[in-house]
């Protein structure tokens, strides 16, 4: 069969399956040949207009939503004429988004990316069905620094990462899953990422202690610096600090800002170690109206902006504090004589507000008015 000279989804295309033309285009490609973007929301696409991304370094193709089943029986990535083509491609960054891809698709086409010299792969929206193809006997995909996910749905269940880990060469120092089903991550089935640096969970507010106790597996983020729990539903510093404790990790920036955070856990209980290596912690925007007990006590930078903190942190709650950043926070305006008005509208600084709406964090907003009450 003649493969079609296109692109991922499209490369698996015959030309005999690509719409006439049709309506507008659907890709648009940069005047400096470097970013191209397709958007094939019709209900016809023009598919083969794909074809001018394959001379771009990012492309990104939101398929509307269509599946891409039909297209499975087209995937054959074991032409030569096929690899080289995927050789010639600039091809660094990618993202695919909105569409249905059997499990067997994705894995063919990560299969031919590993012809390529891609980078950054980014999954967005994406119904993944069916079962997944059997396992390749070495790692045949691309070397990837950096996977994302944002909203991938996995028919087939929690060994989703186990199954991408095996095609992906062993490279991967950033992994991104947000919104993704099943988050729960099947810690026996996969190896070690020897490399991964940053782990970021974020936004995946129904994730809490719990679901992070099950995700962090142990000893598999040997490597870990950053680790981003924003917007994960955690309850408690401690309650986070006793699952890093359990599963061995050590990061050295945590981010646990956009969390409804209560200060204190089993006030009384014995106190979790933090690890040695944490020197940065942000605490924004989760409602604290006090410092937590028990944070660690070398830490290069705490942001503790944007909660409601009615007086300053005393020096023994925050012993060797290099870098606090306090902005934000109710006492510091209650400490300034201003005129009335001002009064009212700064306990929650419009900065803070504005950025919450932004990022439809409600309850924690909520959490956040609610302390105009007290002035
Ligand atoms: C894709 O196109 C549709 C219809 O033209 C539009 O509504 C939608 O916002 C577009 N999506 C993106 C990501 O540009
Ligand atoms: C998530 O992806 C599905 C398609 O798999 C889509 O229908 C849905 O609108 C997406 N949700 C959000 C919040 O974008
Ligand atoms: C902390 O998180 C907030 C919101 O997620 C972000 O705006 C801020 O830049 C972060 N602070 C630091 C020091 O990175
Ligand atoms: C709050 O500030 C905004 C803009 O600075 C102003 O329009 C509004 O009237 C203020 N509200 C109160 C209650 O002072």
Known sequence: MELSPSLLLLLLLPPQLAASEATPEPCELDDEDYRCACNF???????????????????EIRAGGHSLDKYLKHADPDSQQYADMIKALRLRRLTVGAARVPARLLFAVLRALGYSRLKELTLEDLEVTGTYPPPPLEATGPALSTLRLRNVSWATGGAWLAELQKWLKPNLKVLSIAQTHPLALSCEQFRTFPTLTTLDLSDNPGLGERGLAAALCPHKFPALQDLGLRNT?????????AVLAAAAVQP???????????ATANPGGPRCVWPSTLSSLNLSFAGLEQVPNGLPAKLSVLDLSCNRLIRAPRPDELPQMENLILDGNPFRDLGDPKPQQDTMNSSVPLACVHSLLAIGISGTLALLQGVRGFV
């Open 233 to 241: 539903g955690m309850e408690t510093p401690n309650g986070v600090c």
């Open 252 to 262: 050295h920036r945590l981010d646990l800002s956009q969390n409804a955070l209560r």
């Open 41 to 59: 929301t019709d209900p016809q696409p023009d598919w083969s207009s794909g074809i001018q991304c394959m001379v771009a370094v990012e492309v």
